[in-house]
């Protein structure tokens, strides 16, 4: 998995939060679908640029799936149900912030990303 690519799956999880639609914490949840695959082996090896960066990463979705899933939820959805509006702006908060720091060596690297129309 190159650095490209987990730069736009958290640009996914940000445009996400960005999204008008829904509460915080519905669009943190759709935020943490459109980057879940980071977390997947081996996929998580070597994605970062950092050691930092992965176990940062790892702990912030292990808070989005804290929750135990009840009938067929899904740990995500019961962590969801039950966030406060504080944790979800933490959590918002960490996963911008996480994107800011992958994104930032992207352009260290390769200059900034390309947006194509």
Known sequence: MSLNYVRDKLALAVQCLDSKEGTLQ??????????????????????????????????????????????????????????????????AGEIRDIFNEVDQVYVEQFGPARIYH
């Open 26 to 91: 519905e669009r943190l949840g759709e935020a943490a679908m459109s980057c879940h695959i980071l977390v997947a082996p081996p996929q998580l090896d070597d994605a970062f640029p950092s050691a930092g960066l992965k176990a940062r990463y790892r702990s912030w979705w292990l808070a989005m799936t804290s929750k135990t899933a009840e009938d067929d939820e899904g740990p995500l959805q019961a962590t969801i149900d039950s966030m406060t509006d504080e944790t979800a702006s933490t959590l």
